[in-house]
Each structure stands twice: as structure tokens, then as C-alpha cells.
């Protein structure tokens, strides 16, 4: 039995690697090499805009793969006309949704955790008349989405429009996060707060310390 699974995953390794570069770049995502899919993730791109994938990116879309499990496929959606979605070298992501109205860039070696959302837009105008039915661009905020290099994302976090998340950051588990998060901190909670920071030693031998020493 193990070893009809180990075929069985093997097989569906290699199905994956052939057909999913396939499918992505004929919606026209740019794919670096060495890009590793388990699943087939949920992409559409909205013409004029740009998905670009980084070297030995790790997308994850089903749960057999990653320990916490899914909730759904990745998803990555360009929603207007210039969007972008920036995902660099090396970056990790199970599941999870990101969704770009202008622009959404991932730097490299970050590890987005299971069913995280990112959004640069709040989809729907805030002001009350007429929302229903109100698809006006200009009147439905948007602000770009930067996260910067080694940053972790806890799983279940939701990531809103305008916020930016320095390098080697942590996001705890279940966050809101609706305002920056500074360079070599851990933050967390609803909203999102800084629990303590780091000391900006290599990355190998990350230190420690409380916030107010
Ligand atoms: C953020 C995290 C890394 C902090 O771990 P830690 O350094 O061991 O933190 P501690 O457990 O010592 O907690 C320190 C403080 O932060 C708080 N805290 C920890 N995680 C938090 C979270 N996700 N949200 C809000 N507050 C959090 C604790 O309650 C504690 O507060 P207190 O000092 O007032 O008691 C960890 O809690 C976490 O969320 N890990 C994410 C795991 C994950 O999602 N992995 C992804 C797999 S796909």
C-alpha cells in the first residue's frame, strides 16, 4: 500500500510539473525555473496585467502535501487592468488567495502560510449608496501590498491593501494585519501588534529581544 501511494504521488509530481507550466503560461504568467506545484492552483489574469513567479517557488494547492492541510487551491488573481503580482525567488505558499487591483509583491524566501489572504483592494466601495451594484473602480480603495524578503506569514492571517511587512518578519498565526509591520519583528493578533523584535544579526543565528529593551 505505502508503496502504491509513493507511485501515486511520484506520478502526480511528474503530471503536475508538465502540465501546470503548461496551463499558466498560456494565461500569460511568467514563470522562473525550477518552480515546484503540487495541485493545480486558481490563476486568472485580467488583460494588461502581469503574474511573475520567482526560481524555485513552492506553490502548494493540495493538502496531501503540506502539513496543515488547504483550505483551496492557491489562488492568484489580477483584477484590473496594470495589476501585478511579484513573487520572488524561493517563496513558500500552501493554499491561500492573492488578489491584485494594482500591485502585490512577495520578496524572496518568504513562507506564506497555509490559507493565507492577500488583498490590495477592498473589492467593493465603502461608501453606502448604491454599494450593491457599484463596480466603479474609482470609487473602491486600492493600495499596493509589499512584503519584504524572509518575512513568515502565519497561517489563517489576512493581509490588507496598503500594507507593507519589512524583511525577516514574522506575522503570528490568525493575524489582521492592517497597518506596516516594521524590518526584524514578530507581530500578531487582531489588529496586528509587535509582540517583540529581532536583533538584525545573520540569518542563521537570529537573536531575540524584548520590544522595550
Ligand atoms: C508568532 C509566533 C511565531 C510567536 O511564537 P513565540 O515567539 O514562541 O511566542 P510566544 O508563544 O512566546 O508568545 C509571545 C506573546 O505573543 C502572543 N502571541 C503569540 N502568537 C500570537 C498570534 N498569532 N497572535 C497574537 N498574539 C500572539 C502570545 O500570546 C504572547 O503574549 P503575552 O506575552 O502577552 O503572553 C507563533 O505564536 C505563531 O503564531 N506561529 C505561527 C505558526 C504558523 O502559522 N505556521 C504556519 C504553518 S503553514
Known sequence: MMLFRRIWF?????????????????????????ITFYGMPIVSMTKGSRIIIGDRVVLCSDSRFT?????????????????????????GMSGGTICAAI???IGGECLIGANVTIADTDFHACAP???????????????AVVIGKNVFVGTQSVLL???TIGDNSIVGA?????????????????????????????????QTLPLNN
Open 10 to 34: 511520484k506520478l502526480l509530481k511528474i503530471w503536475w510539473k508538465i502540465t501546470v507550466p503548461m496551463r499558466l503560461r498560456a494565461i500569460g504568467v511568467t514563470l522562473g525555473e525550477e
Open 67 to 91: 502539513d496543515l492541510g488547504v483550505n483551496h487551491a492557491v489562488i492568484l488573481r489580477t483584477l484590473r487592468s496594470g495589476a501585478e503580482i511579484l513573487i520572488g525567488n524561493d517563496v
Open 103 to 105: 500591485r502585490v509583491s
Open 129 to 143: 449608496v448604491g454599494r450593491r451594484f457599484n463596480s466603479d473602480h474609482t470609487c473602491i480603495a486600492v493600495a
Open 161 to 163: 491593501k496598503g500594507i
Open 174 to 206: 490568525n493575524s489582521l494585519v492592517s497597518r506596516n509591520i516594521a524590518t526584524n519583528v514578530i507581530a500578531g493578533g487582531n489588529p496586528a501588534r509587535i509582540i517583540r523584535s529581532f536583533l538584525p544579526t545573520p540569518l542563521d543565528n537570529v
